[in-house]
């Protein structure tokens, strides 16, 4: 199941690959270990991947624990995988954040890095059941 048609598709542009230097065709793994360390006990040892497909940016959940999250309207919607916007604010366990975010911690740009926020500030959002 893909929620590739709930969010539409971005291509990252030449800007974004220059930013962020991120290659086309390559995996990041968000968790607690991987390209993506979210210290959270919340969050699994490999949670999520992000995999950058002809310049576009796919978010997948790796049959994590605990759930990867779009929030939509201050609501949470289960995600499973599908192409994601960079500025889609998501969950990945008990932690919000921003695709951009994630992609400034693997990007090589330390100026980005600087500027990424990964927060556990989810009391508003209702994590469905």
């Known amino acids: 199941m893909t929620n590739d048609s ?21 995996t990041y793994i968000i ?17 999520a991947a992000i ?7 796919y978010l997948r959940d790796l049959d994590s624990t605990n759930g990867t999250y ?19 604010p998501i969950v990945i366990g008990n932690v919000k954040c921003t695709v951009y975010s994630l992609l400034a911690f693997i990007g090589d740009n330390p100026a ?5 926020i990964i927060s556990e500030d989810t009391t508003l959002l209702v994590i469905p059941t």
């Open 6 to 26: 709930y969010l539409g598709s971005t291509k990252l542009n030449n800007s974004w690959s220059k930013d962020f230097g991120l290659k086309d065709g390559q």
């Open 31 to 47: 968790g607690r270990i991987g390209d993506i360390c979210i210290d959270s006990p919340t969050v699994s040892k490999r949670h």
């Open 51 to 57: 995999i950058i497909k002809n310049g576009r940016i």
């Open 70 to 88: 779009l929030v939509n309207d201050d609501e949470l919607v289960n995600f499973i995988e599908g192409y994601v916007k960079p500025n889609q």
């Open 112 to 116: 980005l890095k600087n500027h990424a």
